[in-house]
């Protein structure tokens, strides 16, 4: 019987010193050289390949997209299918056909991301402010590029930018667009990449084409004048405020805020929004509108719909009779989307490296790039009228004697040796042999003669005037300007978002429209709450509770107030009680785990009002410490609903007493000792997850069990148990002293 191989005998060996084998290994390899060989060339493919914008104001992706339509002669020609631009991209895009278009949605008119479209698109491309309006396939939409393209290849064939080669060497694309105004500044653009992020908001054509223009004459000019604020394609209004602006044009980073706009249909008592905030949807906005009208704050509203359709963007909104359409949009401004926040990240990359720029850093850079563009276009010119201009000049010395020329050519035996004779007959060069060996025979008159004499004269005074352009950066930048002036009057258009200043809106007040009545609260010691208010209390004869359930605590208050539970895990749930609803005594009321989202095994261990965060909370733990913590520390200027740390974990929590004034407790060990404390020889804690100080002294085998008022104790001799300082012992509680004693 043979022998059965092992599965390492049966297995092929492997010498490739990179294939470790069938086997698991681990490889010891150093933190930093993981990080070198693995994380950091990733990180710095993500940014400089794919997220972050360069100073023409487009990404890798929308750059291959946009050079590809003009390759597929777009920019002039008809429209095609996008399924054709999308395949034709991918030779230079290889990161597969729903990523490329997508970047075309973006890109186009349909879509309304971008305040000029660099993409002429027909079909449902979607829209910008709708979450659920899905674009159509490829296949059913047809896009060519938009007019404002011929700024972005004006001149591409003149040197103006660096081409490189593609992701597999097949064929060359451009580095940059040579754009002839800052699209930087005028297209949004944003991106997320390794450790840093980008988000770009657009400004008006015209207003950047001024505000340039302004800058090449004066780099110290008042851009805020000019460059009044961000204009978004989704229109609404920008609430500028000159300190936000003047950091964001400074530093390239502050949040603006924008908000919607209204009108008011008096005849009809609807409120019909048609423009919204560039970052949300209105989708997000008629979402948080219902959640609000659901519990109860907006009563004003009887309903709501979309009634966006080809005409643009509206979403109605029917008012009850009596409703004050202002406070209504107080209300959706203050508590919906509908006025929302714009973050500012201006991270560019700039010759390969990320910069946070500020808009005049922004503009300088862009001016010297474009500076440089501009004098390699006039020196692409430049050479290429020096070379015509060589060329006539041999031709000048033929047309001297024509006759000889011919001769030359006649008696020339094999064609090959035409160039080289002619050039030993003249005394010219090869290129201008070729030159003159290719003219026609028909040229050869006293017209063509004339006419090219004339033509060399213009050369050479075309020539002097770029080579002094090349030489001028003055002239080079009343070049750009004049661009500039050409691009505003061709394509910019009026603000499509408004200006108001912060100063003129009415100072918003947030107007509690909550209930305020007195409620008395209860606590079971299983954790059920109940609310109930006194007219219903009065009616009913005793509290309902579980088996083996029992009151734990009860309080009068207000409906509006606020209560805070302390739970076993050390931390500590806030909320109103305005959040709960009325109930009967007998009910159970809310089981607050389930009602406040507690973690698994978590439960309440008290409960505080807290009113106006006045007084103390004492913390007495099972080994005899004790702390002092400031009730304003709980205090949050936010709306958190959950503090971690609330209290010390280092030993178990046994009483937690709030007290607004100076009194004196009785603690109790499991010995049977009692000790009568005052709480002013506590001193209150910064932390408030101290561990405290040591109040009672402790046997080993004891802890600290029950912490009572001196009041509910029935203790009688006072001297016998109280402290004169900490810590104390405590006295052996006698039979008369302890029968009383009722706990906190």
């Known amino acids: 019987m043979a022998k059965k191989k092992t599965p390492s005998e049966g297995s092929k060996k492997v010498n490739n010193p990179n294939v470790m084998g069938l086997h698991a290994a681990v490889v010891e390899q150093p933190i930093t050289d993981t990080l070198e060989t693995n994380y950091m060339p990733y990180a710095m493919s993500v940014i400089v390949s794919r997220a972050i914008p360069e100073i023409d104001g487009f990404k890798p992706s929308h750059r291959k997209l946009l050079y590809t339509m003009y390759k597929m002669g777009l920019l002039t020609g008809a429209r095609t299918k996008s399924a054709n631009i999308v395949g034709q991209t991918m030779r230079l895009n290889p990161h597969g056909d729903a990523a490329i278009y997508d970047t075309m949605v973006r890109l186009s008119k349909g879509y309304g991301a971008l305040l000029h479209p660099f993409v002429d698109s027909k079909g449902n491309f979607g829209k910008v402010y709708s979450r659920d309006m899905v674009w159509a396939a490829s296949r059913y939409t047809e896009a060519k590029l938009a007019p404002i393209c011929q700024e972005l290849f004006r001149d591409i064939d003149q040197d103006t930018v660096d081409f490189v080669d593609n992701y597999d060497n097949s064929m060359k694309e451009p580095a940059l667009l040579p754009t002839t105004f800052p699209n930087i500044l005028v297209s949004a653009n944003q991106g997320i990449a390794v450790g840093m992020a980008s988000q770009l908001c657009g400004f008006n054509l015209g207003e950047v084409c001024d505000a340039t223009e302004a800058y090449l004459k004066n780099p110290d000019c008042d851009l805020s004048s000019i460059l009044l604020a961000p204009d978004f394609p989704t229109g609404g209004e920008v609430i500028c405020d000159s300190a936000v602006m003047e950091e964001i044009y400074r530093t390239g980073r502050g949040t603006i805020r924008i908000r919607g706009r209204y009108r008011y249909v ?25 959640e609000l009208i659901k519990a109860g704050k907006l009563k004003e509203i009887s309903d709501m719909r979309d009634e966006t359709d080809l005409g643009g963007l509206k979403l109605a909104i029917d008012l009850k009779r009596g409703a004050d359409p202002e406070k209504v949009m107080a209300k959706l401004y203050r508590s919906t989307p509908l006025q929302d926040a714009m973050g500012c990240n201006f991270n560019i ?29 006039t020196y692409f010119t430049l050479q290429k009228k020096k070379d015509k201009l060589h060329l006539l000049k041999g031709l000048k010395r033929i047309l001297l004697d024509i006759d000889k020329a011919i001769a030359i050519i006649r008696e020339t035996e094999e064609e090959s040796e035409v160039v080289p004779n002619l050039m030993i007959g003249f005394g010219i060069d090869e290129v201008q042999a070729e030159f003159v060996a290719e003219i026609k025979l028909r040229n050869i008159n006293k017209e063509y003669i004339l006419k090219r004499v004339k033509e060399e004269e213009a050369l050479r005074s075309e020539i002097e005037d770029l080579e002094d352009l090349v030489n001028s950066p003055k002239r080079i930048r009343q070049v750009i300007i004049g661009e500039l002036r050409e691009v505003k009057k061709k394509y910019a258009q009026p603000r499509l978002t408004a200006i108001v200043y912060g100063h003129e809106l009415p100072e918003e007040t947030e107007e509690d429209e909550t209930p305020d009545y007195p409620v008395h609260v209860f606590l079971s010691r299983e954790g059920y709450f109940k609310k109930i208010t006194p007219q219903s209390l009065r009616m009913a004869d005793t509290q309902k509770y579980k088996e083996n359930d029992g009151p734990s605590q009860s309080f009068e208050a207000t409906n509006r107030a606020e209560v805070m539970f302390f739970t076993n895990r050390q931390q500590v749930y806030k ?10 005594a007998s009910a159970l009321g809310d089981y607050l785990p389930t009602k406040l989202s507690m973690d698994p095994e978590e439960s309440v261990v008290s409960m505080v009002l807290p009113g106006d965060y006045s007084g103390w909370i004492f913390f007495f733990f099972a080994n005899g410490k004790a702390a002092r913590v400031e009730l304003k520390s709980y205090a949050t200027t936010s709306n958190r609903r959950k503090l971690t740390g609330a209290y010390s974990d280092k030993s178990p929590l046994v009483a937690l007493v709030h007290l607004t004034e100076e009194t004196e407790l009785v603690l109790t060990s499991t010995e049977r000792r009692s000790l009568v404390v005052n709480t002013a020889l506590l001193s209150p804690k910064t932390t408030r997850s101290t561990q405290g100080v040591q109040v009672m002294t402790l046997k080993p085998k004891y802890q600290l069990s029950e912490v009572c008022s001196l009041e509910d104790s029935g203790i009688t001799n006072l001297s016998r148990y109280r402290c004169r300082s900490l810590p104390g012992a405590g006295a052996l509680l006698k039979e008369e002293d302890g029968g009383q004693m009722r706990l906190l």
């Open 575 to 584: 909320c109103r009680l305005s959040d709960f609803d009325d109930t009967k």
């Open 349 to 377: 990359l700039v010759a390969g490296t990320p910069r946070v720029m500020g808009v005049r850093e922004i503009l300088e850079e862009w001016c010297a790039w474009r500076m440089e563009s501009v004098r390699r276009r």
């Open 266 to 290: 008096k005849e009809e008592n609807v409120i019909e929004i048609y423009e919204i905030p560039y970052t949300t949807t209105t989708e997000a906005i008629l979402d948080k509108a219902a």
